[in-house]
Protein backbone atom coordinates (compact mmCIF):
# COMPACT_ATOMS: atom_id res chain seq x y z
CA UNK A 1 0.00 0.00 0.00
CA UNK A 2 0.97 3.59 -0.71
CA UNK A 3 0.40 5.73 1.86
CA UNK A 4 1.97 8.94 0.13
CA UNK A 5 -1.73 10.64 0.20
CA UNK A 6 -2.13 10.54 3.84
CA UNK A 7 1.76 11.93 4.28
CA UNK A 8 0.99 14.38 1.88
CA UNK A 9 -1.78 16.21 3.37
CA UNK A 10 -0.29 15.45 6.99
CA UNK A 11 -3.03 13.80 9.15
CA UNK A 12 -0.52 12.69 11.43
CA UNK A 13 1.06 16.27 12.14
CA UNK A 14 -2.22 17.80 12.03
CA UNK A 15 -3.44 15.87 14.64
CA UNK A 16 -0.44 15.58 16.99
CA UNK A 17 -2.67 16.48 19.95
CA UNK A 18 -4.65 13.58 19.74
CA UNK A 19 -3.62 10.36 21.27
CA UNK A 20 -5.32 7.93 18.43
CA UNK A 21 -2.28 9.51 15.56
CA UNK A 22 0.52 9.34 17.92
CA UNK A 23 0.28 5.53 17.44
CA UNK A 24 1.41 6.37 14.16
CA UNK A 25 4.95 5.67 14.36
CA UNK A 26 5.07 4.04 10.62
CA UNK A 27 3.01 4.23 7.50
CA UNK A 28 1.19 0.55 8.75
CA UNK A 29 0.09 1.60 11.78
CA UNK A 30 -2.10 4.13 9.76
CA UNK A 31 -4.66 1.22 8.95
CA UNK A 32 -4.27 0.02 13.09
CA UNK A 33 -7.20 1.49 13.95
CA UNK A 34 -7.62 5.04 11.98
CA UNK A 35 -7.97 3.95 8.55
CA UNK A 36 -8.78 0.59 6.75
CA UNK A 37 -7.77 0.38 2.82
CA UNK A 38 -9.25 -1.20 -0.25
CA UNK A 39 -8.87 -1.44 -3.70
CA UNK A 40 -12.21 -3.51 -5.23
CA UNK A 41 -14.09 -2.34 -8.17
CA UNK A 42 -16.71 -1.67 -5.64
CA UNK A 43 -17.01 -0.10 -2.29
CA UNK A 44 -19.74 -0.04 0.14
CA UNK A 45 -19.30 2.04 3.53
CA UNK A 46 -21.83 0.41 6.50
CA UNK A 47 -22.31 2.52 9.72
CA UNK A 48 -22.26 -0.77 11.82
CA UNK A 49 -23.63 0.16 15.55
CA UNK A 50 -22.53 -3.33 16.67
CA UNK A 51 -18.51 -1.80 15.87
CA UNK A 52 -19.02 1.67 17.00
CA UNK A 53 -17.97 3.12 13.79
CA UNK A 54 -17.79 2.17 9.70
CA UNK A 55 -16.36 -0.10 8.02
CA UNK A 56 -15.96 -1.55 4.45
CA UNK A 57 -18.31 -4.26 3.86
CA UNK A 58 -18.24 -6.59 0.13
CA UNK A 59 -21.66 -6.42 0.24
CA UNK A 60 -25.09 -5.30 1.04
CA UNK A 61 -26.70 -8.87 1.71
CA UNK A 62 -28.67 -8.45 5.10
CA UNK A 63 -28.21 -5.36 5.36
CA UNK A 64 -30.01 -3.36 2.89
CA UNK A 65 -28.57 -1.30 0.36
CA UNK A 66 -29.93 2.17 1.77
CA UNK A 67 -27.99 2.15 5.00
CA UNK A 68 -24.87 2.19 2.96
CA UNK A 69 -22.90 4.40 0.96
CA UNK A 70 -21.54 2.97 -2.40
CA UNK A 71 -17.85 3.71 -3.84
CA UNK A 72 -17.07 2.92 -7.49
CA UNK A 73 -13.68 2.60 -7.96
CA UNK A 74 -13.47 1.14 -11.64
CA UNK A 75 -9.34 2.06 -11.65
CA UNK A 76 -9.58 0.31 -8.33
CA UNK A 77 -7.26 2.86 -6.68
CA UNK A 78 -6.51 2.73 -2.90
CA UNK A 79 -9.33 4.03 -0.95
CA UNK A 80 -8.78 4.75 2.35
CA UNK A 81 -11.33 4.74 4.90
CA UNK A 82 -10.71 7.47 7.79
CA UNK A 83 -12.78 6.18 10.96
CA UNK A 84 -13.92 9.52 12.17
CA UNK A 85 -17.06 9.28 14.57
CA UNK A 86 -16.45 7.13 17.73
CA UNK A 87 -12.84 6.49 16.75
CA UNK A 88 -11.26 9.78 16.26
CA UNK A 89 -13.44 12.38 18.27
CA UNK A 90 -16.21 11.20 20.58
CA UNK A 91 -19.94 9.93 19.03
CA UNK A 92 -21.75 11.80 17.48
CA UNK A 93 -19.96 14.86 17.51
CA UNK A 94 -18.50 14.95 13.82
CA UNK A 95 -19.51 13.05 10.88
CA UNK A 96 -18.96 9.54 10.46
CA UNK A 97 -15.88 9.26 7.87
CA UNK A 98 -14.08 9.97 5.36
CA UNK A 99 -12.84 8.20 2.10
CA UNK A 100 -9.50 9.31 0.61
CA UNK A 101 -7.62 8.58 -2.04
CA UNK A 102 -4.76 9.69 -4.25
CA UNK A 103 -6.85 12.41 -6.38
CA UNK A 104 -10.01 13.16 -3.63
CA UNK A 105 -11.60 13.40 -0.13
CA UNK A 106 -15.32 13.18 0.99
CA UNK A 107 -16.37 13.22 4.16
CA UNK A 108 -19.68 11.07 4.57
CA UNK A 109 -22.16 11.49 7.42
CA UNK A 110 -25.11 8.58 7.44
CA UNK A 111 -28.72 9.54 8.54
CA UNK A 112 -29.97 6.24 7.91
CA UNK A 113 -31.85 5.42 11.06
CA UNK A 114 -33.71 8.53 10.21
CA UNK A 115 -36.87 7.20 8.92
CA UNK A 116 -39.71 9.32 7.70
CA UNK A 117 -41.02 10.94 10.80
CA UNK A 118 -42.58 14.63 11.26
CA UNK A 119 -41.49 17.47 8.80
CA UNK A 120 -39.36 18.94 12.15
CA UNK A 121 -37.95 15.99 12.50
CA UNK A 122 -36.44 15.49 9.29
CA UNK A 123 -35.70 19.40 9.13
CA UNK A 124 -33.50 18.66 12.32
CA UNK A 125 -31.78 15.75 10.72
CA UNK A 126 -31.02 17.60 7.79
CA UNK A 127 -29.32 20.35 9.79
CA UNK A 128 -27.72 18.25 12.23
CA UNK A 129 -25.79 16.44 9.12
CA UNK A 130 -24.66 19.27 8.12
CA UNK A 131 -23.31 20.63 11.33
CA UNK A 132 -21.64 17.72 11.59
CA UNK A 133 -20.20 17.54 8.40
CA UNK A 134 -19.19 21.20 8.57
CA UNK A 135 -17.48 20.50 11.85
CA UNK A 136 -14.94 17.97 10.56
CA UNK A 137 -14.60 19.58 7.32
CA UNK A 138 -13.56 22.95 9.10
CA UNK A 139 -11.22 21.29 11.54
CA UNK A 140 -9.68 19.37 9.20
CA UNK A 141 -8.91 22.36 7.19
CA UNK A 142 -7.64 24.47 10.06
CA UNK A 143 -5.13 21.48 11.72
CA UNK A 144 -3.73 20.79 7.94
CA UNK A 145 -3.38 24.41 7.68
CA UNK A 146 -1.72 25.06 10.92
CA UNK A 147 1.08 22.58 9.46
CA UNK A 148 1.38 24.53 6.31
CA UNK A 149 -1.22 22.57 4.36
CA UNK A 150 -4.09 24.22 1.98
CA UNK A 151 -5.93 21.23 1.94
CA UNK A 152 -8.18 21.93 -1.10
CA UNK A 153 -5.71 22.90 -2.85
CA UNK A 154 -3.64 19.71 -2.77
CA UNK A 155 -6.71 17.41 -2.98
CA UNK A 156 -10.45 17.92 -4.21
CA UNK A 157 -12.58 17.75 -0.99
CA UNK A 158 -16.30 17.59 -0.97
CA UNK A 159 -19.08 16.19 1.81
CA UNK A 160 -22.01 13.43 1.55
CA UNK A 161 -24.99 13.17 3.98
CA UNK A 162 -27.04 9.57 3.60
CA UNK A 163 -30.42 9.57 4.57
CA UNK A 164 -32.96 6.72 4.45
CA UNK A 165 -34.71 6.59 1.32
CA UNK A 166 -37.76 6.71 3.09
CA UNK A 167 -37.06 10.70 4.06
CA UNK A 168 -38.90 12.73 1.44
CA UNK A 169 -36.56 14.51 -0.10
CA UNK A 170 -36.58 18.37 0.08
CA UNK A 171 -34.76 19.90 -3.03
CA UNK A 172 -35.26 23.55 -1.85
CA UNK A 173 -34.78 22.94 1.56
CA UNK A 174 -31.54 20.48 -0.12
CA UNK A 175 -30.61 23.42 -2.32
CA UNK A 176 -30.43 26.33 0.71
CA UNK A 177 -28.43 24.00 3.42
CA UNK A 178 -25.76 22.95 0.43
CA UNK A 179 -25.32 26.70 -0.32
CA UNK A 180 -24.75 27.78 3.09
CA UNK A 181 -22.42 24.82 3.38
CA UNK A 182 -20.20 25.53 0.69
CA UNK A 183 -20.25 29.62 1.55
CA UNK A 184 -19.13 28.20 4.55
CA UNK A 185 -16.68 25.49 4.34
CA UNK A 186 -15.93 26.22 0.55
CA UNK A 187 -16.53 22.57 0.18
CA UNK A 188 -19.51 20.95 -2.14
CA UNK A 189 -22.21 18.94 0.12
CA UNK A 190 -24.08 16.85 -1.76
CA UNK A 191 -27.41 14.75 -0.75
CA UNK A 192 -26.79 11.22 -2.24
CA UNK A 193 -25.38 7.63 -1.21
CA UNK A 194 -23.07 6.78 -4.12
CA UNK A 195 -19.87 8.56 -5.63
CA UNK A 196 -17.19 7.92 -8.96
CA UNK A 197 -13.94 8.11 -8.12
CA UNK A 198 -12.33 9.73 -10.66
Known amino acids: MDFEVLNRIRLKEAYADMA???????DADWLDSLFEC?????????????????VFVEDTNGLGR????????KNHKEVYLWHI?????????????????????????FKTNASNNTEDTIIDNYHKAREQL?????????RCERVGVNLVSIIPVEAHAVFNPTVPSDNAMEKSIAAKFIMNTGVKLKFDNK???M
Open 20 to 26: VFNRVTK
Open 38 to 54: ETRGREFIYDDSTIGHV
Open 66 to 73: DKVFEVVN
Open 85 to 109: DGVVYKKTSKCDCAIITSDEMAFIE
Open 134 to 142: QQIVLDVKN
Open 195 to 197: MNL
